[in-house]
């Protein structure tokens, strides 16, 4: 039943702890942590679901998620937005940029994972 | 004879006297001392002038020829004195605030400075003052001839009459001329005319007191004669009792004696305001035993007596010798002051409006030396004086005295008088014009010539017998004495009424036709308004004339200036004060100086309305140059405001962008702040909960991620340490501890610190150890957290093979620059400009720093005195610290 | 200047109004004094004037008593003086 998820962040400890908290329930996750090349990854993996991070190397979540939503193949895919950055703005840039589910670091296993069970149910 | 000797003998002690008052009076107000020259009792003693001799011996001859008709010549000038609100009060102000030195200056400066005004003005005084002053020194000869007991009769007298009129040239000349102010006060003259005042007073109630009771025995007997004697009926004609009235009101106010010592020897108010009631009980107590005397004389003397000499001839019929004498001398004293001041008034007037004008325009060149003006007026004012008295003395000498002389009183009233509508109509009536002015008095004039004056030389004179009768050239209506058929009444009051209506008919109507010229207008407007125009200005002194040009020039070049001028200038000629003398050189370089301010026309026209003689009054300049200076300084305050507030508008922009720069770089740094800290934190979090909650996690596991956590929570505390660090230092509030070191030391520490976690890649470091024996006075434990910081930088970033740093140490002018380089390739160019900001993380390699080291580095360099910058183009990354020498070179 | 500057009040204190009724009152007195002296004309009864002496009475009374009045306003103008003096009704 569990899906596939692409994991795009830069933190090696974060993407390791999210890694660990998925596949222990039988998702498979890939990981890519550059901005540069991310949308290009995307398309070619096809995740069931998107883990993004805002501040990344080269390119920021944002632009990767506009470009996302621009194209007609990833126009609906689910995407869990992570930031670190708790300001109010960064949340509504997230909606705005067409994020589905927008989470705010440090986070709790169980909401991550609740968040991407939630993203796969409703698409 | 030896009655005679000794009334020559009192004459001249008497003269002496005048001499001494007049001497003594002039030397007080030149010494400043002269405060009590003007009070008022003296200002109206010397109103007293009016009563000449004619008023003196001939009211009584006029009142035994004429009964009270005499009276009307005293009532007359009471009304105007009582009356003073109306006229006299704005004349005396006029007088004052103009300056005006004569009648014929007041008229012709009111018509626009007309100087053919001035000229009629003056000629229509000396033609009515002349017969006067022979009036006068017939007067004189009669009284000595009393006395000496001649006939009647002048042949053997005419050296009386020249050498009294020698004499009173020579007072006049010497107290008339004396100082040649602004002003034409003349303390002296006053003063001694005051005394004669009194003097002929007391010398009338003696003798009117010596007739009432001495002869009559009370006033009671005294009042019986009266109604007894030929005079004891009120018969007066009406025409002439109110004529007259009119004429000696309208003289009072134009004769130029009346006007020099009520209008330019004026002072104050205060002098008018006591006048206004004193002089009229003055002329009360005059006219007062003027029908007794009269009386008695008709009575006791014998038939066909000159009743105009009963004032002496009386006393003398009941042998009151010393009464007599007292007598002459009362009338002495009339005859005399009358003289002095109608040749000062005629004097000012020739010289001013005939004499001056001629010499200026054939002297025009000349005119730039102003000393030389100054002796001019005084000639010309004392060659006048000479004139007018040479002019009265032909005038007795050739009229032949006696009765001819006696009538022309009330004839020089009239014609004087004639100046009266346009003196009237320029004080109150700012539409009367120089065109109506002239008009009215020429009309006047010649209407008064025709009618009243060629005639009064008897028919035949001046004026054919035939014209008298049937008119000239058989025309009835322009007969002198009837115009347009008007017969039957008093050829004088004929000639008064003709000459005041068409003189007044011509000077209205001429007046309404007419437009007055820009300046006509404006000295119209000063004189209509002379109450509310500024305030009375003494000019009695010369003092005051630098007084008024230092309040022009500092209105002009402001009050510092102005002092700092003057000031020189006083010193300049010697004085100890703040003004200086108003030299000629000093009002050249007064009027280069204002020249500058307000153009050298101006200028010119300003000081010379200041130090006299020109058209335009001083309050009008001052106004204008008050506007000015005023406007001046409004629009320079308002330009200063507008700069102002350009100044202050940018400033707060500045400050507003400056804020929003300070709002968005605080957000940015809150955002960068929250992001450091909550990624490892994210990371703790994570792997807590995995070590909680997840069962069969391997012993590896367990190990590697709580060690994950510990990696992360020193990270976590690595960072709070510098942004503590950080902002300590930005808000200045670190201490530094400051003591020496060697450099070599330092750096020692700082390499063994930054290579001591071993597990990153290994960094080759080259040092020359000899050129680092340098003494630092510094703080070396924040030196080497810097040095630390660029080891490890060079450490971590260095992206060549073999990393390797030199550090080079190199001392030069007073500092010493420790060079960090390595052999990676750098900085990009375009980051090398934020290296230093916080968060200004450039690699994309994953450090373990928040970024904010180097940022770190430079608050502590700059704290310590000294900079560290980036040097491009040395091959790898390339620091520069440089720090100050002279501490280090102190601390050998 | 003719008519009421502007900015004159229409009312003044009470200390001004006096002084304006003692200048009316100093106006006033020539006027009075003309007439006063110009009454004996109209005695003039045909053939029989009045007598000298009482004639002389009048005049000289009238004569006494106009500068002791106007003296009079004069120090009593003197006593209420202000600062500055508008010259108007």
Known sequence: MAGHVLLIEDEPNIIEAIRFILSREGWRVDTHSNGVDAADVVRAKSPDVLILDVMLPGRSGYDILRDLRGAPDTEELPVLMLTARGQNKDREMAERAGASRFMTKPFSNAEVLDAVRSLTVTS | MTMLNALAAISILYVFFLFAVAFFAERAARRGRGNWLHTPIIYTLSLSIYCTAWTFYGAVGSAARNGFEYL????????????????????????????????????????????????????????????????????????????????????????????????????????????????????????????????????????????????????????????????GRWEVQGGRWAGLLFLSAAAFLCLPRMFQVMVVENDNDAQLRMAAW?????????????????????????????????????????????????????????????????????????????????????????????????????????????????????????????????????????GVAQVLPALLGGIFWRGATRAGAFAGLTVGFLVWLYTLYLPSFGSGAFVPESWLETGPFGVMWLNPQALFGITGIDPLLHAVLWSFFLNTIAFFGVSLASFPSPLERLQ????????????????????????????????ILGAADAQALFLREARRQGLDGHLP???????????????????????????????????????????????????????????????????????????????????????????????????????????????????????????????????????????????????????????????????????????????AHGDEQVLMIHRHRSREEVILNTDTERLSQVFINLIANARKYCDAGRPELSIHVEQIAGSVNVDFVDNGSGVAPEAQDVIFEKFARVSDQKAGGAGLGLAICRQIVSRLGGEISYLPGRGGAAFRVSLPLNQALAAQ | MSGAPQGSPLFVERQTYRRRRLVDAARALPVLGLLLWLLPLLWAVPEEGPSASTTMIYIFSIWLGLPIVSGALVFAMRRLREPAVGDDT
């Open chain 2, 278 to 414: 004193a002089f009229p009980l003055y002329l009360m107590l005059m006219s007062l035993f003027i029908l007794p005397i009269a009386v008695v004389g008709l009575d006791v003397l014998p038939e066909g007596s000159n009743p105009d000499l009963f004032v002496l001839t009386v006393p003398l019929a009941f042998g009151q010798d010393g009464l007599a004498m007292l007598s002459f001398l009362g009338g002495f004293s009339s005859a005399t002051s009358m003289v002095i001041v109608a040749a000062i008034a005629l004097s000012t007037m020739v010289s001013n409006h005939i004499v001056m004008p001629l010499w200026l325009r054939f002297n025009e060149t000349r005119v730039s030396v102003s000393g030389d003006v100054r002796n001019v007026v005084l000639v010309s004012r004392r060659v006048s004086i000479a004139g007018v008295l040479a002019l009265g003395y032909l005038y007795y000498a050739q009229s032949g005295g006696g009765a001819a002389l006696a009538t022309i009183g009330l004839v020089a009233f009239t």
């Open chain 2, 581 to 755: 003398m108003t030299s000629p050189e000093f009002l050249e370089v007064l009027e280069r100086e204002l020249a500058g301010s307000v153009g050298a026309a101006t200028a010119h026209a300003m000081i010379g309305q200041i130090v006299g003689g020109m058209s335009i009054s001083v309050a009008d300049l001052m106004a204008v140059a008050d506007e000015t200076a005023q406007m001046m300084e409004t629009s320079a305050r308002l330009e200063a405001q507008s700069r102002e507030l350009t100044r202050t508008a940018a400033q707060l922009r500045a400050a507003n962008d400056k804020l929003t720069r300070l709002s968005v770089q605080k957000d940015a740094f809150l955002s960068q702040i929250s992001h450091e800290l909550r990624t490892p934190m994210t990371s703790i979090r994570a792997f807590s909960e995995i070590l909680r909650d997840t069962d069969g996690i391997t012993r590896e596991e367990q190990n590697r991620y709580a060690s994950i956590i510990h990696d992360e929570a020193i990270r976590l505390t690595r960072l709070l340490d510098d942004l503590l660090d950080l902002s300590v230092l930005e808000n200045g509030q670190v201490s530094l501890n400051i003591g020496q070191g060697v450099l070599s030391d330092v750096l020692d520490r700082a390499v063994a610190a930054a290579l």
């Open chain 2, 72 to 231: 009307t010549i005293y009532l007359g000038p009471s009304l105007v004195l009582i009356g003073w609100w109306w006229v006299l009060r704005k004349l005396v102000r006029i007088g004052r605030s103009q300056r005006i030195t004569s009648v014929a200056d007041l008229i012709s400066s009111r018509y626009g400075k007309s100087n053919l005004l001035g000229v009629g003005v003056t000629l229509l005084a000396v033609v009515g003052t002349t017969p006067y002053i022979a009036l006068q020194l017939q007067s004189v000869v009669l009284s000595v001839e009393v006395f000496s007991g001649a006939p009647d009769g002048m042949a053997n007298n005419q050296p009386t009459a020249l050498w009294v009129a020698v004499g009173l040239a020579i007072f006049t000349v010497i107290f008339g001329t004396r100082n040649l102010d602004a002003n034409e006060r003349h303390h002296g003259v006053v003063m001694a005319i005051a005394v004669e005042a009194i003097v002929k007073l007391a010398a009338l109630l003696a003798v009117g007191i010596f007739v009432v009771w001495g002869i009559s025995g009370g006033v009671g007997p005294v009042l019986d004669r009266i109604d007894a004697s030929a005079l």
């Open chain 2, 524 to 555: 119209g407007a000063q004189f209509v308004n002379v109450q509310q125009a500024t305030g009375p200005r003494s000019w009695s002194q010369s003092g005051a004339q630098a007084e008024d040009l230092m309040v022009m020039a500092q209105r």
